[in-house]
């Protein structure tokens, strides 16, 4: 018997007992499971990083990643010459390339490839200050969102997430948090909760400019 969800499952025993058996190179939240009918140890599972095979009852396992596929919430760029493309992926976090990267069934045997990852999670929204190229806004599902410089030699990383005042209501947030980087002063940065903050030191702190702009429905 075999259980799909966060993790994927597998009872060797008729359900009495039950062992993970998602290992290495296999991603979480599992939604199908095939098994082959004359050689029960061959599996092939869907899940939100795609499909892998095994041949072992899940000992060891592969990516089918040809073709590569993903489904981004958001794209966004910057100015440098040539220009970077950044995207946030469903469950797969954030990642930029140059725009210039073509893709390259060597980068397997190379053991590397053209895209860098930024954060994890359900990778969102992403703004980049122009003055730089470097300094990235971005994060992950429900506001969790944080500020980075993609130059490895320059260390500025902030976490970004509004509170409410000492009293007032829990603030509220979309599964996919909007944020806005002011193209007139970098400095300023724009966030949407249930309600509009804003915050003119690059994310360090934010000021509520607005009341609560829901019909504040009952969550659940």
């Known amino acids: 018997v075999v259980l799909t969800g966060v993790s994927i499952e597998m009872s060797k025993d008729g359900g009495k007992?039950?062992?993970a058996i998602?290992?290495?190179?296999?991603?979480?939240?599992?939604?199908?499971?095939w098994m082959n009918a004359s050689k029960d140890n061959h599996l092939i599972i869907?899940?939100?990083?795609?499909?892998?095979i095994s041949y072992d009852d899940g000992q060891h396992w592969f990516k089918a990643n040809t073709p590569a596929v993903g489904q981004f919430y958001a794209i966004a760029y910057d100015m440098a010459k040539p220009y970077n493309v950044y995207g946030g992926l469903q469950d797969n976090g954030v990642w930029y390339a140059n725009s210039k990267t073509k893709e390259n069934v060597g980068w397997l045997d190379e053991g590397h490839n053209a895209y860098y990852r930024i954060n994890?999670?359900?990778?969102?929204q992403v703004q980049v200050d122009f003055r730089d190229n470097a300094t990235v806004y971005s994060g992950s599902q429900f506001g969790y969102y944080g500020r980075r410089n993609?130059?490895?030699n320059i260390r500025?990383?902030?976490?970004?997430l509004p509170r409410n005042d000492l009293g007032e209501p829990a603030l509220r947030y979309n599964w996919q948090t909007p944020i806005l980087l002011s193209r007139h002063n970098q400095d300023v940065l724009y966030y949407g909760s249930n309600k509009l903050h804003r915050s003119l030191n690059r994310g360090d702190s934010l000021v509520a400019l607005s009341d609560d702009l829901t019909t504040n429905p009952k969550q659940g």
Do not use: L, S
């Open 46 to 52: 869907g899940n939100d990083g795609g499909c892998n």
């Open 22 to 33: 998602d290992k290495e190179n296999v991603h979480g939240d599992h939604h199908i499971v």
């Open 156 to 160: 500025d990383n902030a976490f970004i």
């Open 17 to 19: 007992t039950f062992k």
């Open 120 to 124: 994890g999670g359900d990778g969102m």
């Open 150 to 152: 993609t130059n490895k």
